[in-house]
């Protein structure tokens, strides 16, 4: 009986560190991971994750911010970068104007804001080129092979062109 008590009091002394970390503690746990050698950028590292840390809380729960703290759940910095990105793109998203290209990025990466800015504008780049391109067989197979995808059509034409060379 008083061994099992000791242990789950052992138990608890473990826990309840956890239980009571503050942001300034998990700033400092941050940097001290970073930097257990350097002073100096122990202190960079923690004023830097502290301010991400109250920036993030001024950030209304939604769902972009939910991207960057489930991407790096323990780095409030990456967490301000990651949120600071995809908001860009969103916003970016919000002003595209060609809905086919668009629609190609929102199907790729539904819940990824800046790679469907990185879709749209390799896409739409590549429908550009094909636009420009002669019909010829190798246009006719790229679309045929990749009807729904531009950047891939711009790269079977390129192939097939320069096996002509």
Known sequence: MLKSLYTILLLISFALPALATTPEMLCQQIAE???????????????????????????????????????????????????????????????????EVKQIALNDYPRDYSMQQYVYDKQFAAKQFMSRVDKNDAVIKAINEYPNDYSMQQYVYNQAMSGRQ
């Open 33 to 99: 991971r970073e930097y257990p050698n350097d002073l100096r950028m122990r202190n960079y590292v923690y004023s830097k994750q502290l301010k991400a840390y109250y920036d993030m809380q001024g950030i209304p729960n939604n769902e972009i911010k939910q991207i960057a703290e489930n991407e790096y759940p323990n780095d409030y910095s990456m967490q301000q970068y990651v949120y600071n990105k995809q908001e860009a793109s969103f916003r970016y998203m919000e002003t595209v104007g060609d809905m």
